[in-house]
C-alpha cells in the first residue's frame, strides 16, 4: 500500500499586507499489488512537505521515506511425495476395499513419481500395488496392470 502524508504550513508576519496562518493536509492511500510466480513486492512511499513563510525567511522541508518488503516464493510445483503416498493408498481402498499399510515412493523420474503400496508379511513383501503418477496432476498408471489411475478421485 503507497500512503503520502502532505501537511503544509503557511504563516505571513504581520506588515505584509496579510497577517495570519494557515494550515492545510491532504491523505491519498493508493493500494497496489503485484504478484509473479516468484516474487511478491510491496513498496511503502510516505512524504511530509512542511513550508513555512515569515516576512524575512521561507523554509521548506521534505522527508521522504520508502520501504520496499520482498516475500519468499509461494509457488506450488504439485503434490508432495507424503500428499501422493497418502492418495494412493486412499485410492487403493477406495478401489478395492482394502488398505495397505505401507506406501512409499520408490523413485522420482523428473514429475513422475513410482509408489509402492504394500506390507510386510511373514518375512516377505507383499505387494499390493504400483502407481505411475504425475506429481502436478496426481494421475497415471497402474504399473503392473496399465490401467488409467487419478488419485484425485478421492479428493472429491
Same mark, same amino acid.
Given at each position: 500500500?503507497?500512503?503520502?502524508? #502532505?501537511?503544509?504550513?503557511?504563516?505571513?508576519?504581520?506588515?505584509?499586507? #496579510?497577517?495570519?496562518?494557515?494550515?492545510?493536509?491532504? @491523505?491519498?492511500?493508493?493500494?497496489?499489488?503485484?504478484?509473479?510466480?516468484?516474487?511478491? !513486492?510491496?513498496? @511503502?512511499?510516505?512524504?511530509?512537505?512542511?513550508?513555512?513563510?515569515?516576512?524575512?525567511? =521561507?523554509?521548506? *522541508? =521534505? /522527508?521522504?521515506?520508502?520501504?520496499? @518488503? /520482498?516475500?519468499?516464493? *509461494?509457488?506450488? *510445483?504439485?503434490?508432495?511425495?507424503? /500428499?501422493?503416498?497418502?492418495?494412493?493408498?486412499?485410492?487403493?481402498?477406495?478401489? !478395492?476395499?482394502?488398505?495397505?499399510?505401507?506406501?512409499?515412493?520408490?523413485?522420482?523420474?523428473?514429475?513422475?513419481?513410482?509408489?509402492?503400496?504394500?506390507?510386510?508379511?511373514?518375512?516377505?513383501?507383499? !505387494?499390493?500395488?504400483?502407481? /505411475?503418477?504425475?506429481?502436478?496432476?496426481?494421475?497415471?498408471?497402474?504399473?503392473?496392470?496399465?490401467?488409467?489411475?487419478?488419485?484425485?478421485?478421492?479428493?472429491?
Amino acid at each position: 500500500m503507497k500512503k503520502a502524508i #502532505i501537511i503544509g504550513v503557511t504563516c505571513l508576519a504581520a506588515g505584509t499586507g #496579510i497577517a495570519g496562518c494557515g494550515a492545510s493536509s491532504s @491523505t491519498t492511500e493508493t493500494t497496489t499489488a503485484v504478484e509473479t510466480a516468484t516474487t511478491t !513486492t510491496a513498496t @511503502t512511499t510516505a512524504t511530509e512537505t512542511t513550508t513555512t513563510t515569515t516576512a524575512e525567511t =521561507t523554509t521548506t *522541508t =521534505t /522527508e521522504t521515506a520508502t520501504t520496499t @518488503t /520482498e516475500a519468499p516464493a *509461494t509457488t506450488k *510445483t504439485g503434490y508432495t511425495d507424503q /500428499e501422493l503416498c497418502d492418495m494412493a493408498a486412499n485410492y487403493y481402498f477406495w478401489t !478395492t476395499g482394502y488398505k495397505p499399510p505401507i506406501s512409499e515412493v520408490d523413485s522420482v523420474n523428473g514429475d513422475i513419481v513410482t509408489i509402492h503400496l504394500y506390507e510386510v508379511k511373514d518375512g516377505h513383501t507383499a !505387494t499390493s500395488a504400483w502407481y /505411475e503418477i504425475d506429481r502436478n496432476t496426481g494421475k497415471g498408471k497402474n504399473a503392473v496392470l496399465g490401467d488409467e489411475v487419478d488419485l484425485t478421485e478421492v479428493l472429491k
